[in-house]
């Protein structure tokens, strides 16, 4: 059985549009504590994200 979400999908989709839309990339560190994630719940979502477009 896998492990309940801890994050809403939702969330996870906005945290990664946001990223993937600003210019300088920001610090994952800190906008994973602006948007009250864990640093590493962020830079998962984006690289999977990235390997998902290719």
């Known amino acids: 059985m896998a492990a309940p979400m ?3 999908p939702e969330l996870r ?3 990664v549009a946001a ?3 600003a210019d ?3 610090v994952i ?3 994973a504590r602006d948007l009250g ?3 590493e719940a962020l ?3 984006i690289r999977q994200d990235e390997a998902d477009r290719g």
């Open 37 to 39: 994630v864990h640093h």
């Open 19 to 21: 990223y993937r839309a």
């Open 24 to 26: 300088p990339k920001p």
């Open 13 to 15: 989709q906005r945290a």
């Open 29 to 31: 560190r800190q906008m």
């Open 43 to 45: 830079r998962n979502w």
């Open 6 to 8: 801890k994050y809403p």
